[in-house]
């Protein structure tokens, strides 16, 4: 029987092949640990087309599944204090003024600092084992929030909360780049960091709200118990079944495992290289197109960030009861992972249009936007189909990120610009719920005007992206020539080089 991995002695001196040049030795330290997996592995041949097709599916089966139930869960975490408050979490712990937009802000607060060490342990700790432990911790936060009673205690809470999930986003996105093509990313981010959350949560609360009034604990104490002891067990749970790359993915075969991770060489974006790399940072902080998407990510987000801890409430001013309120929230979700469902298809679909995708589809959450603000508060319908558009506005951002996992090479430059796009993420939830103004309840005018002037920069934004990007691979092309397909037999695609030194590198626009 064949072994699939070949002796220590046996290892072989992996070259590269680069454009204009003759092949070479490449420096160990530079190598991806997907050079090193194939070279002391058997070679299985090439891969035919069915082969790809079946090892995509298998994936697919495995991974989108227990991906996709822990982003959810982990965004019931954080947006269930909006359902809480329709049980009268505000009224039963004192709160008043703005202290409750400040435990909306709060937790991007957490997550901005949180990033600082997850820069760090997301290139240096396999992405699977990292988010399972931080599952499991920020699960066990939420259970706390049962027994908590101040406002103090609350503040405490959420910014752990966002602390601990600071890792979320980056293990997501480095995972889904460490099994997918470039062109296989945008319809699996779509699934993946789908607005589940609000299906979830509403019916959570819709169970919750059948609780009786004589019961020994507060209906919101119950919703935090019960989905804090949900998130628990599935944290152990992906302990032990979420890989964190193809090359050690119980639910592939030798040879599949060994083809999942060679036909990643295309991306030239590497798997795994756990050296540190100080010019990578320097890289990425200097990066235009990094910085544009954090600025996309910090504008987008500022309606994210309010609707999140407003949505519910938005809806019982509307006259709703709570338990109603609460199912008047599902389809949140539904529009939201719709719309990133059939945006990141066409992004996928329609060649480097990526940025002017995202860019037509803010054109919904404008609408959605100005019919809530334009029609009287009597027309209640007309109030819900504004409100259930301006949830479109989760579609431009799952796409954008796209454009990170396929623009960023070199795993140093992946771990920073994954937490810089990520910090961008927590800065506009922060800014978010202070926009809403408990004076200018229901109308929340200045939360209207940013979220408008917020939809009108993204756009404006992913059009300098794409300007940006295209003008790029023109001088590229102009420098370099045409892009060279990646040579068989060598470690080009799996070297741990950033794009920015990749001669046949090109920019996904």
């Known amino acids: 029987m064949a072994q699939d991995t070949k002796g220590d002695d046996d290892l072989q001196p992996v070259t590269s092949t680069v454009a204009g040049e003759t092949t070479k030795a490449v420096d160990d330290r530079a190598l991806d640990e997907a050079a090193k997996y194939i070279a002391n592995h058997e070679e299985f041949g090439p891969m035919s087309p069915e082969q790809e097709k079946k090892i995509v599916k298998k994936i697919d089966s495995w991974m989108i599944p227990l991906l996709v139930f822990c982003a959810t869960l982990a965004a019931v975490d954080k947006v269930e ?4 408050s329709l049980y009268g979490f505000q009224k039963d712990n004192g709160m008043v003024g703005q202290q409750y937009s400040w435990l909306g802000s709060i937790l991007p607060l957490g997550t901005l600092i949180g990033l600082i060490p997850a820069s760090w342990l997301v290139q240096r700790i396999p992405p699977g084992r990292l988010l399972a432990a931080g599952s499991l911790l920020w699960s066990l936060c939420t259970l706390c929030y049962a027994p908590c009673r101040t406002w103090s205690g609350f503040m405490g809470l959420r ?6 999930e600071a890792i979320s986003v980056p293990c997501f996105t480095v995972l889904v780049a460490s099994f997918y093509k470039k062109e296989e990313q945008p319809p699996r981010n779509g699934i993946i960091f789908a607005y589940f959350s609000s299906i979830f949560n509403g019916f959570f609360a819709w169970v919750i709200g059948y609780i009786p009034a004589s019961a020994p604990l507060l209906k919101w104490q119950y ?26 993915a119980f639910f592939l075969t030798p040879e599949q495992r060994y083809h999942a991770t060679r ?7 590497g798997i795994a290289n756990r050296v540190w790399k100080w010019d990578q940072v320097w890289e990425a902080l200097l990066d235009v197109k990094v910085w544009l998407i954090v600025l996309f990510n910090i504008v987008i987000n500022i309606p994210n960030g309010g609707l999140q801890a407003f949505g519910s409430i938005i809806i019982n001013d509307l006259g709703y009861t709570p338990l109603v309120s609460s ?11 719709g719309g990133a469902w059939a945006f990141s298809y066409i992004a996928a679909k329609w060649h480097n249009r990526r940025a002017l995708t995202a860019a037509i589809a803010l054109m919904l959450p404008i609408f959605g936007t100005a019919l809530v603000y334009g029609l009287p508060r009597t027309n209640v319908p007309g109030q819900m189909v504004g409100l259930y558009f301006m949830y479109f506005y989760w579609p431009p951002y799952v796409v954008a990120i796209s454009l990170v996992q396929a623009n960023t090479a070199g795993m140093t430059k992946k771990a920073v610009t994954y937490c810089l796009v990520t910090i961008g993420y927590a800065a506009g939830n922060l800014i978010g719920p202070q926009t809403f103004i408990a004076a200018e309840k229901p109308k929340y005018t200045t939360s209207v005007i940013a979220m408008l002037v917020s939809y009108c920069a993204c756009m404006l934004i992913l059009m300098v992206y794409w300007l940006v ?15 060279e397909e990646v040579h068989e037999g060598t470690a080009d695609g799996f070297v741990d080089v950033t794009d920015k030194k990749q001669q046949d590198f090109r920019y996904t626009t």
């Open 159 to 164: 910014f752990l909360l966002g602390f601990l």
């Open 327 to 337: 199912l008047l929230t599902m389809p949140f979700g539904i529009f939201a992972t």
């Open 469 to 483: 990007g295209v003008w790029d691979n023109k001088r590229r092309d102009r420098k370099y020539g045409k892009p």
């Open 223 to 248: 919703l935090y118990l019960l989905t804090g002891s949900i998130n628990v067990l599935y944290s152990l749970f992906l302990w032990f079944v979420l890989p964190s790359s193809p090359m050690d």
């Open 81 to 84: 204090i909006s359902t809480a």
């Open 263 to 269: 036909r990643l060489a295309g991306n030239r974006t």
